[in-house]
C-alpha cells in the first residue's frame, strides 16, 4: 500500500518536470504585448489616424529618422539624407 503512494508521487513529480521544459517558454524580448481598452482598428501606419493607432504603430514599425535625447535628429532606417 505504501508503495503505491510513493508511484503516485514519483508520477505526479515526473508529470511536472515534464511539462516545465525550456521549448514551452516565451522570450520576452520576441512579443509585443499591448493594453488597449478600445479595440485597434489596424496595425498599418498608413491607416493610422487617432493617437491610439499612431502610438503602437510607432511602437511596432521604425521610422527613417528618430529623435534622441535632446530632440536632435538621428539616423533609424536611413543612412543618410540631405536638406
Not at 538621428?74 to 536638406?83: F, G, Q, S, T, V
Request: hydrophobic letters at 45%; one cysteine or more.
Amino acid at each position: 500500500m505504501r508503495s503505491l503512494g510513493m508511484h503516485k508521487w514519483a508520477g505526479i513529480l515526473l508529470l511536472l518536470v515534464a511539462c516545465s521544459g525550456e521549448h514551452d517558454r516565451i522570450d520576452d524580448r520576441k512579443v509585443f504585448r499591448y493594453n488597449e481598452a478600445a479595440n485597434i482598428a489596424s496595425l498599418d501606419p498608413a491607416f493610422a489616424r487617432d493617437q491610439a493607432i499612431i502610438w503602437e504603430t510607432t511602437q511596432i514599425y521604425n521610422g527613417l529618422l528618430q529623435l534622441g535625447d535632446r530632440l536632435e535628429i538621428l539616423p533609424c532606417l536611413a543612412r543618410a539624407w540631405e536638406i
